[in-house]
């Protein structure tokens, strides 16, 4: 069974960054699409980004476009995302999930999931 686990979370001021990781152990994430899925006080789940497999490709959620970047270390089993210029509404609880292969639309599509971290943006 696949165990996603998300690292990197906090408080921070708004313009500051924030690196999140994902990683699995025991199992290759190699084969896994992986998203990475926000999800704050009183809204629904969105997915902010996602990589497929193989790097090959990646997507952003508008308000990410410019400000985060996701990337996969296959070595280190992991994923990252990037996280710059953040922003109060940027505020929720990150989540890392899994899909087969190729990056999917809704986050039902996503079949494995972390427990989430917490991404405070604040003064």
């Known amino acids: 069974q696949l165990q996603l686990v998300e690292s990197g979370g906090g408080l921070v001021q708004p313009g500051g960054n924030l690196r999140l990781s994902c990683t699995a152990s025991?199992?290759?994430?190699?084969?896994?699409?992986i998203g990475w899925i926000r999800q704050a006080p009183g809204k629904e789940r969105d997915i902010i980004s996602c990589?497929?497999?193989?790097?090959?490709?990646?997507e952003y959620i508008n308000s990410a476009k410019g400000r985060f970047t996701i990337s996969r270390d296959h070595a280190k089993n992991t994923v990252y995302l990037q996280m710059n210029s953040l922003k109060p509404e940027d505020t929720a609880v990150y989540y890392c999930?899994?899909?087969?292969?190729?990056?999917?639309?809704?986050?039902?599509?996503?079949?494995?999931w972390g427990r989430g971290t917490q991404v405070t943006v604040s003064s």
């Open positions: 990589i497929s497999s193989n790097g090959g490709t990646v």
């Open positions: 025991g199992v290759t994430l190699d084969h896994y699409a």
């Open positions: 999930a899994a899909a087969q292969w190729s990056c999917y639309p809704t986050t039902s599509d996503f079949t494995s």
